[in-house]
Nanobody
């Protein structure tokens, strides 16, 4: 089983930046996708960005050009650099590690963007 711990959330003003980190531990041998999802109050969890073991990256349209996902295999860590934050980016951000047939989730880190 994989364990994921997120950090880096906080309260910022619109236009500012934050960097989220997700450290993975445990059985990581078959993990082939890592990424970030978010859930705003009253809304469903949605994709933010993912990166697979081959380095292919996928972003949601709402964050393209503002957010960057980076994986560091040596540290078992995935980062989400978030620039030009908007109030609509306010959400709990969850880290995902995925292998065939199983998804692992962190407990989330809260990002609040004030206008």
């Amino acid at each position: 089983q994989a364990q994921l711990v997120e950090s880096g959330g906080g309260l910022v003003q619109a236009g500012e930046s934050l960097r989220l980190s997700c450290v993975a531990s445990g059985r990581l041998s078959f993990i082939n996708i890592m990424g970030w999802y978010r859930q705003a109050p009253g809304k469903q969890r949605e994709l933010v960005a993912t990166i697979n073991s081959g380095g292919s990256i996928n972003y949601s349209d709402s964050v393209k050009g503002r957010f960057t996902i980076v994986g560091d295999n040596a540290k078992n860590t995935v980062y989400l650099q978030m620039n030009r934050l908007k109030p609509e980016d306010t959400a709990v951000y969850y880290c995902l590690a995925s292998r065939v047939g199983m998804n692992y989730w962190g407990k989330g880190t809260l990002v609040t963007v004030s206008s």
